[in-house]
């Protein structure tokens, strides 16, 4: 597989692939490359601005403090925002300044990456949730409470904490001092530059993508099962079924982060002439747009936080 090197500036990206000995150079004008920063600001501040809505009104009632539905969801909305956040700042601040100081660059990378492998643990625990209310709804309550919901979130972090604690001991263990005081583009496979590090990375992606979609194929394909089996009429299997549906697609959104870095050799084939262009609407579908499917998913569209939300908005203007 090809090692895709990139590096940007506001006006040009220079792609290289060394195993097909190509050398390629794009170039973003500046009116695009001022759009294309004005886009992604826009669009991260109306997701944040949602979500930060939903956190006021969890903080608000306190019949959501007993639900660990709502629970691993506000996690999920908060986890959501911090990574949004990062990860805007990453995309302007390598048009804008193209190199920063690599400690710096560390922290705002350490966020994004745990952030990043949270969502879709978060959103495979949420899936084993609705799996137990649907299929069995009198244990619900026992198996899914409010203490669990905060040992499955600390889990989430631990379990993230797999992808990013061994990579920052290893870069202590064998980068210099001064390596952390130079400038650099701030990039993962640039920070974290150690073949281990980089090899440790695609394996844990794929025992992710693995168990991700092993817990979302058997606790879906249950749910339809007995939302099959249930009363058509039902207006509660109705609205499980399109919420499965989404959240099904939201989760799919978040797993193509696991395959990122193949997506990126294959968009360089694909279009090589338009590579920068393509990049961005990969980055508009993997990076922001789940978490702008969360707050609909989980938040407009359930009537208790919908009804709450329209009353604080209501009660702003």
Not at 32 to 40: C, D, F, W
Not at 67 to 81: A, E, G
Not at 85 to 111: A, E, K, P, R
Not at 285 to 310: A, E
Request: aromatic share 14%.
């Amino acid at each position: 597989m090809a090692e895709i090197l990139v590096q940007q500036k506001s006006s040009m990206m220079n792609v290289s692939i060394p195993e097909q000995n190509v050398s390629l150079i794009y170039r973003d004008l500046y009116p695009i490359a001022v759009a294309k920063n004005v886009i992604v600001i826009i669009l991260g501040l109306i997701i944040n601005y949602i979500n930060g809505m939903l956190i006021h009104v969890f903080k608000k009632h306190q019949m959501f403090y007993a639900t660990p539905r709502y629970i691993l969801f506000i996690h999920l909305v908060v986890n959501d925002m911090i990574q949004l956040t990062s990860s805007i700042t990453l995309y302007v601040s390598s048009y804008v300044f193209y190199q920063i100081n690599t400690s710096i660059c560390g922290i705002i990378l350490c966020f994004a990456i745990y952030t990043t492998l949270n969502s879709p643990v978060n959103l495979a625990v949420m899936a084993v949730e609705c799996y137990i209310a649907i299929c069995f709804p009198l244990r619900h309550s026992e198996v899914f409470n409010v203490k669990t919901a905060y040992i499955l979130i600390a889990w989430i972090w631990v379990m993230s904490s797999i992808g990013i604690v061994p990579d920052l001991f290893l870069l202590i263990a064998t980068e210099p001092r001064e390596f952390f005081l130079t400038t650099m583009y701030c990039e993962r496979n640039r920070f974290f530059r150690h073949p281990t590090s980089i090899k440790k990375r695609e394996v844990l992606y794929i025992i992710y993508l693995v168990g991700v979609w092993i817990t979302l194929f058997y606790t879906y394909i249950h749910i339809f099962i007995v939302a099959k089996a249930a009363k058509a009429s039902s207006r509660d299997t109705k609205k499980a079924k399109n919420t499965i549906l989404l959240h099904a697609f939201q989760l799919l959104l978040c797993i193509l982060t696991y395959v990122f870095h193949f997506i990126v050799s294959l968009i360089a084939y694909l279009f090589p002439r338009n590579f920068i262009h393509a990049m961005f609407v990969t980055y508009i579908f993997i990076q922001i747009l789940p978490r702008l499917v969360s707050p609909i998913v989980y938040g407009l569209r359930d009537q208790m936080f919908r009804h709450r939300l329209k009353k604080h908005l209501f009660c702003a203007i």
